[in-house]
């Protein structure tokens, strides 16, 4: 691409729009309620949400910042803004992107079968022996190829558009149909030991629990924010001066955040109701309870499909996120057509996916969630306070009404608490890693 004649988004709100698209995903819905029923309950909820708006929020800033200054993708950005010392930073974020897309793609893959088990009718019997029988083997790694095709298709093809009209219809249906199963959930005869659960954070299990709920908590504010892949930085790259970047990154942190609770309140009680709230929970913790929930609704296989398909763009406005983060690079940096590399880097995901696709996806998601993310923000941060310090806090105040202390307060706090906060939570996550 030629830098001299870069495009920028159309609007501030398709900008806002794409950024919500690579955030909302299988993160909130997937991830969330599976993460929070393993750690937890409310215990986990607390620290999560304290990562979210404490760590997550700032650094969100950080990624905008140096997007918009750069105007280029992370690893260019990262190499140029840091006079090549740097570089490094940008690619453990592609690197990040890269295998995310691997075990990503095969979550996708669940997707794709959900929706045939909505036509079909496959999940209404026993909810958890159809999720074990499309999560892993050659179905599985069948689908998993399928989401990846499809992914690699729109990269390939430079079809974002019809990924920024898809999301304006994405995040009203997603809002609507988790908030109707939450109402719905609300009836269950065990909803109250599920809000129970999930809302009333027993402070002991904090304690207890800390060393692993933290690297947790922080993992998946980072994976649902779309932090530490360089994903944010280059969408922020195409941004115009003029907007409001504490602003914009406030919508998107509480829209996500919206999502990710709503799939809680209709995740929860369906849970409680099934006796599964303690039992094993796995990868499979959402998609058994909300099958499960279809199975009984009346009209379940056709709110059912219409979930599972509003799911699926969900998941495809992030993954294509995650395969431009590493395709954007090799386009920029070896002068290779773009559906080329699109296909390349694709196919090399594939391959890598086939290893979670056989059982593995907890593995992966926790090795990204628990290392790669951690090390990825901790440079960023690094770089962003110290090296890059006063040209941050200049290029923050581009149209924004915030004033010269509160901008002072962000790069004190990017400098100091968000380095030693997520160092700590490093070394615990490596710790737990290796356990
Ligand atoms: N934020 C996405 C989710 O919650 C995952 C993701 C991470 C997508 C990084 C793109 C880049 O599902
Ligand atoms: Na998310």
Known sequence: ????????????????????????????????????????????????????????????LIEFVIGRRSKQNAVSAFSELGYGNWTFAGVIGVFASFITLSFYSV?????????????????LGDASTFFGSVSSGTVAVAAHAVFMAITIAIVAGGVADGIERATKFMIPAILVLLAGLAVWGSTLSGASAG??????????????????IVPSAMGQAFFTLSLGFGVMVAYASYLGRDDSLPGDSAIIVVLNTIVA???????????????????????????????????????????????????????????????EAPASYVVDSYDTERWKVAVGVGVVAFLLGIVPAYGYVGLFNDFVFNILLPIAVLFIALFA???????????????????????TAWLWWVRVVVPIVVAYTLWLGVTNFYA
């Open 195 to 212: 809000y129970a659960y999930y809302l009333s954070p027993d402070f002991g299990v904090i304690a207890t629990n800390f060393t692993s």
């Open 385 to 407: 306070g110290w090296i890059y310090g006063g040209e941050a806090v200049d290029e923050l105040g581009r149209g924004t009404s915030l004033g010269r202390g509160a901008m």
């Open 107 to 123: 979550v996708g893959g669940w997707v794709l079968n959900y929706i045939v088990g909505s036509v079909t009718g496959g999940y």
């Open 261 to 323: 609770l709503l799939a809680g309140f209709a995740v929860f009680p369906i849970l409680a109701a099934t006796d599964a709230l303690t039992g094993s929970t796995g990868a499979g913790t959402a998609f058994v309870a909300l099958a499960g929930a279809f199975g009984q609704l009346p009209a379940g296989r056709i709110i059912g499909f219409v979930f599972f398909v509003v799911l699926l763009f969900a998941a495809l406005s992030s993954s294509i996120s995650l395969l």
């Open 1 to 60: 691409m030629d830098m001299a004649q870069r495009e920028t988004w159309t609007s501030r709100v398709g900008f806002i729009f794409a950024a919500v698209g690579s955030a909302v995903g299988l993160g909130n819905i997937w991830s969330f309620p599976f993460q929070t029923a393993s750690n937890g309950g409310a215990a986990f909820l607390v620290v999560y949400l304290l990562a979210v708006f404490l760590i997550g929020f700032p650094t969100m």
